[in-house]
């Protein structure tokens, strides 16, 4: 499938004085619109325009971007009252609405970004929805730092927004931050505790202190290897299999354990496995498919 076909065709084009009004102010009453001025001189100009190009076509029609060269154009340049380049504004419903000037990391463009569709003209709501999936997208992507500055970005749109605030904390997990985390947490709305989302960052936070300080696989996968009856080994190496995020070998072993022997130290493997699918989330589909192996196994 040619992903890009469903690009519009016209989501970065050149702007002019001539053609301001009908690429930058009326499209941006249906889509957000970034305006990037700069000259062909602009050093900067020359890293932050690709920069810009590459956050906009991964955004997928959500934002539109229109290039204005000032010299070429003084006249709009000294209207918006450009003072120096680069100089980028963001569009929503006809008016700017945020802006920088000079060079930015990727993570800050994708913040920019992301507050502009959560301003969409097609409805807060939608722009919220569009901006969470793209959050998300780069958390599923292992982009930590960027997905949490954009699910930040929409909690300064929308403070007590379940979603940002389970991805945040999420994001803080991944990176080993567990107490940002837990403060990221403590910002739930009174009687949203109990959210799905937050429900399985909590089991994350819980699963990372189960498993710290696991051994090492390659000592734990031998002492498996050389007698597939210690449970406690195939334990252990789970647990570490989990600390190096191989979720689906670790599910593996504890449904091996339980299968084996399911009243072993208590029902620890199940206990685990429990955690492990909550941490996933309901519509994992790892924990999906984890929760019918295990439910085969009990009623086998």
């Known amino acids: 499938m040619d992903l890009s076909a469903n690009i519009p065709a016209d989501l970065i084009k050149d702007g002019s004085e001539a053609t301001f009004m009908a690429d930058v102010v009326e499209t941006s009453k249906t889509v957000p619109v970034i305006v990037d001025f700069w000259a062909p001189w602009c050093g900067p100009c020359k890293t932050l325009g690709p920069a810009l190009e590459a956050a ?15 010299d070429q154009n003084q006249g709009i340049a000294g209207q918006l009252r450009i003072q120096s380049i680069p100089t980028v504004y963001g569009f929503v419903d006809g008016k700017p609405v945020d802006g920088f000037t000079g060079a930015q990391t990727p993570a800050a463009i994708d913040q920019f970004i992301a507050k502009l569709i ?13 901006a969470l999936e793209a959050a998300q997208q780069m958390l599923d992507d292992g982009e930590y730092d ?8 929409i909690l300064g749109e929308e403070e007590g927004n ?12 991944a990176l080993g931050e567990m107490e940002q985390a837990k403060a990221v947490l403590a910002t739930v709305p009174a009687g949203k505790e109990n959210d799905a989302a ?13 498993t710290a300080g696991a051994g090492d696989l390659g000592e734990l996968q031998a002492t498996v290897d050389a007698d597939p009856s ?31 022997d399911r009243e072993w130290n208590e029902g ?7 955690k492990v699918f909550d941490a996933l989330g309901p519509k994992d589909p790892l924990a999906l498919k984890g929760r019918r192996r295990l439910s085969s196994l009990a009623f086998a």
Do not use: N
């Not at 003209?121 to 939608?126: L, T």
């Not at 620890?268 to 429990?274: D, E, G, N, V, W």
């Open 56 to 70: 906009v076509t991964k955004a997928r029609g959500k934002v539109k971007m229109v290039k204005i060269d000032v």
């Open 118 to 130: 959560a301003q969409s003209p097609g409805g807060e709501d939608d722009g919220l929805d569009e």
């Open 146 to 153: 960027d997905a949490a500055q954009t699910f930040a970005a």
């Open 162 to 173: 379940l979603k940002a605030i389970a991805g945040l904390a999420s994001c803080h997990v």
């Open 198 to 210: 937050i429900l399985a960052v909590k089991a994350q936070i819980e699963l990372a202190a189960a």
């Open 230 to 260: 210690d449970h406690q080994a195939r334990f252990d190496l789970a647990k570490a299999m989990l600390a190096h995020k191989q979720t689906e070998a670790a599910i593996d072993q504890l449904l091996e354990i339980y299968r084996r």
């Open 268 to 274: 620890a493997a199940k206990a685990q496995l429990i």
